[in-house]
């Protein structure tokens, strides 16, 4: 109320010099609200962003090793070997294009997958565990033992036991057969 009353007893002059003083207080007010986010917003980006470098470079320094004796090439691989699969003697066939759709996987097939010819193609480092057969029904989306029982691998004429963990090789020829 004392505050109206000596705005009352001011001039015209001075009360729109007045007004003109509020004015630019309250502008003065929300500079300096915008400036106190902008530092906040700024700060809490820059925390993210060292936040996510510190965790990648963490993530890089603490990966175990790639051991000499797991890796096949370090420039990438383009093999075929071949896969035949027969269920109580009579031969599957193996879909086209296994391992191909939106993200292409290295190891897929392509429309001469009914002579049993699987694709290999790898860029960069190649892991053993990357050339595993288990690796290929995965991509299929097979369990390699859902075929059948008393599953039988052959390798080049010769019998295998390691099964899903059977690392593949150019010109393999690959049989299963269940009973």
């Known amino acids: 109320m004392e505050e109206v009353k000596l705005v009352e007893q001011l001039s015209n002059k001075e009360r729109h010099d007045l ?3 509020q004015k630019l207080q309250a502008q003065e007010r929300i500079i300096k ?3 106190i986010k902008k530092i906040v917003l700024w700060s809490a980006g820059s925390i993210l962003i060292f936040t996510i470098i510190g965790g990648l470079i963490w993530y890089v ?3 175990p090793p790639t051991l000499e004796s797991d890796i096949i090439s370090r420039t990438g691989l383009h093999w075929h070997p071949e896969l035949a699969i ?4 009579e031969k599957q066939e193996i879909p086209e294009n296994i391992g191909i759709g939106a993200v292409h996987q290295p190891i897929h097939t392509h429309d001469d997958s009914d002579q049993g010819i699987i694709h290999m193609e790898f860029q960069g480092l190649v892991r053993k565990q990357d050339a595993m057969i ?5 991509n299929w989306g097979k369990d390699m ?6 599953m039988k691998m052959t390798v080049n004429g010769e019998e295998n ?8 090789l150019d010109k393999d020829k690959i049989e299963l057969h269940y009973e």
Do not use: C, D, L, P
Request: hydrophobic share 25%.
């Open 61 to 63: 320094a603490t990966r």
């Open 161 to 168: 036991t390691e099964y899903e963990n059977y690392i593949m």
């Open 33 to 35: 609200k915008n400036r």
């Open 134 to 138: 288990g690796h290929f029904f995965r």
């Open 145 to 150: 033992r859902s075929f059948g029982a008393n």
């Open 19 to 21: 007004k003109r003083q």
């Open 86 to 89: 027969y269920v109580k003697g």
